[in-house]
Nanobody, 123 residues
Framework: QVQVVESGGGLVQAGGSLRLSCTAS????????MGWFRQAPGKEREGVSC????????AYANSVKGRFTISRDNAKNTLYLQMNSLKPEDTAMYYCAADRTGWGLQEYEYNYWGQGTQVTVSS
């Protein structure tokens, strides 16, 4: 049974940093593209960043480029999202997802999802 579990969310002041983690089990982690998505209240879920199986290719939404860094440790089956210079508009539930066959930030391509971790940025 596949399990995807996010952690690391919390409350932080604008300009601060957080690091999200996501641990996946029950799948061959290094065979999957991994992605981070977020959903703010009243808004649709949007893609934040993704990373290919080796970690050599990454992609970011324009809204987070230069502030967020995605990485992975295949030996630990863990995905990370380092978030710096956080803004109130980054407030959202952040989700980790695994994509067996695709690449990019299209939600429909992702096979497995976590329950999310809340990030709140105060002004």
């Amino acid at each position: 049974q596949v399990q995807v579990v996010e952690s690391g969310g919390g409350l932080v002041q604008a300009g601060g940093s957080l690091r999200l983690s996501c641990t996946a089990s029950g799948l061959t982690f290094d065979a999957y593209t991994m992605g981070w998505f977020r959903q703010a209240p009243g808004k649709e879920r949007e893609g934040v960043s993704c990373i290919n199986w080796s970690g050599r290719s990454t992609a970011y939404a324009n809204s987070v480029k230069g502030r967020f860094t995605i990485s992975r440790d295949n030996a630990k089956n863990t995905l990370y999202l380092q978030m710096n210079s956080l803004k109130p508009e980054d407030t959202a539930m952040y989700y980790c997802a695994a994509d067996r066959t695709g690449w990019g930030l299209q939600e429909y391509e992702y096979n497995y999802w976590g329950q999310g971790t809340q990030v709140t940025v105060s002004s």
